[in-house]
């Protein structure tokens, strides 16, 4: 998830657009992931998930949302970068 937004916010230059690509790709990966977690703990793995149903995995929760504010600094990061070479003048080649 930290391979894509760099990309996607130097190569969109609409910077809601490419925030809003991020959020979806990021969605799916998530989905994907909660997803693979659930599963494994069906199959009996109880290391993904407290065996206590009322406690919070807020382990999980921050490395999530550290990933997702990375992704989206990049994002920003890419676009300001594409911004500065968009806005580069070329040089004068007749003078």
Do not use: C, K
């Not at 894509?4 to 230059?13: A, D, E, H, K, T």
């Not at 979806?24 to 793995?45: I, K, P």
């Not at 990933?67 to 990049?74: K, S």
Request: proline share 4%; aromatic share 12%.
């Amino acid at each position: 998830m930290l391979l894509v937004p760099f990309p996607l916010g130097y190569l969109v230059r609409r910077r809601i657009v490419a925030y809003l690509a991020y959020v979806g790709v990021h969605s799916f990966v998530f989905t994907f992931q909660t997803m693979s977690l659930t599963r494994a703990w069906v199959g009996g793995d109880r290391s993904a998930f407290a065996t206590d149903p009322q406690s919070l995995e807020w382990s999980y929760a921050l490395v999530n949302l550290a990933i997702y504010a990375a992704g989206l600094g990049l994002v920003a990061l890419g676009g300001r970068l594409g911004d500065r070479r968009r806005r580069r003048v070329p040089a004068d080649l007749a003078a």
